[in-house]
């Protein structure tokens, strides 16, 4: 296991800044090639990003959930493919509590480990002497070309007949495969977050001992190394990673229109942008909109985190909370792009400016599963009395 002198937060970011301009120089390329550049992958690897939610004894910065948030905004306010992917590879970390203390110092230990995954669907595990022979496609792998472990789940299989418990659910594991024995297809083209490699992957009859295939179930002893308040928060920090790139894409809007609108005098007008009365009230609205969702997340995930200090489970409420959190932030995010969006008349279709690019983004983000609209539905039927659809509701 390879270990670091503990940095904060500040120092992590400290280090993303000293990396800034050689991210925005790639970012075309990621852009283009769609999938992040390796160099760039490479310096976040080196400068600890993938690892912020690692335990400490597995070589990790154990940071808490808002401090690895302000990092992954800020890193998809520079670029949001290097945003996203470093969000992606933390979102499978909180996971190595299901996993025995010899699998996690084999995948978690070494500091060059960088996961990546993605959970539907599920693939096929069918036992064998040892462990499990899995086979299945599975599609959204951010971060695989830049990754050595891939995380996912599998569904226990009896020859052709899937094993159900005895509610009728299929058996879950969850499941870590090193990504030499896995094929990577190269079929991400999407109309936005174009530079995140998310493609699918594919492995076809590895095996996969017990040690990296366990069940995945709410109930369950985290291993030693991953018994802190970490832990409590079970899937909640991985759900709102998906979410936090959108905060980093939509300040990055903000940001850029500031520049612009001290400039741009629209055509057939002798006023700049920032003169006119519709870009004052639609500004302030976009950042409002921005800047409250952001501490509405910050706020419920802080909350959780004293929760888990004092060594207390979430309540069903709590998850409810978090769901509504994060998925405000995509929503908020999307909502303050558009704002930008229509006040940069055609700056905003160009393609040689960013800002098609972030209208792109931010709607993009807003289609994922953990954080899209339809999660609120859930969080409604909590907030009403009644039992959650959305199946994380009970981790």
Not at 361 to 386: K, M, P, W, Y
């Amino acid at each position: 296991m390879d270990t670091e002198v503990s940095i904060t937060v500040d120092e992590l970011l400290s280090r993303i800044s000293g990396l800034e301009s050689m991210i925005r120089e790639a970012s075309g390329e990621a852009e283009s090639n769609r999938q992040l550049s390796s160099h760039v992958a490479d310096a976040l690897r080196e400068a600890g990003c993938y690892r912020m939610f690692r335990p400490r004894s597995r070589g990790g910065l154990d940071f808490d959930p808002v401090s690895g948030f302000r990092v992954i905004e800020e890193l998809a306010r520079i670029d949001s493919a290097a945003g996203w992917n470093v969000a992606i590879a933390n979102a499978s970390e909180p996971f190595g509590a299901w996993f025995s203390d010899a699998a996690t110092e084999k995948v978690f230990g070494p500091a060059d480990s960088v996961l990546c995954g993605a959970f539907n669907p599920p693939r096929r595990a069918v036992p064998v002497d040892g462990g499990y022979q899995v086979s299945g496609r599975c599609s959204f792998n951010s971060n695989c070309t830049a990754a050595n472990w891939n995380l996912g789940l599998a569904h226990i299989y009896d020859g052709e007949t899937e094993r159900l418990d005895e509610n009728g659910v299929p058996e879950t594991l969850i499941v870590l495969i090193p990504m030499d024995e896995m094929e990577i297809i190269n079929n991400w083209d999407t109309l936005g977050m174009r530079g995140t490699g998310s493609h699918d992957v594919n492995v076809d009859d590895v095996f996969v001992p017990a040690e990296r295939a366990v069940p995945f179930v709410p109930d369950f002893e985290p291993s030693s190394a991953y018994n802190g308040p970490f832990h409590l928060l079970t899937v909640w920090p991985p759900v709102a990673c998906n979410a936090v790139s959108a905060l980093g894409v939509a300040q990055a809007a903000i940001d850029e229109f500031v520049e612009l609108a001290t400039k741009k005098i629209p055509a057939y007008t002798e006023r700049t942008v920032r003169d006119k009365d519709v870009t004052q009230f639609r500004f302030a609205k976009a950042r409002a909109r921005l800047e409250s969702a952001r501490a509405y997340l910050h706020e419920t995930f802080d909350n959780a985190w004293q929760r888990a200090l004092d060594g207390k489970a979430l309540a069903m409420e709590d998850r409810a909370t978090l769901q509504l959190s994060a998925t405000n932030v995509v929503i908020a995010s999307a909502e303050s792009v558009d704002l930008i969006h229509s006040l940069v008349g055609a700056s905003g279709i160009r393609n040689n400016n960013k800002f098609q690019r972030y209208f792109r983004d931010a709607h993009v983000i807003t289609q994922h599963g953990f954080v899209c609209e339809s999660r609120l539905e859930a969080v409604g039927q909590v907030n009403l009395g009644l039992d959650p659809t959305w199946p994380f509701f009970y981790f």
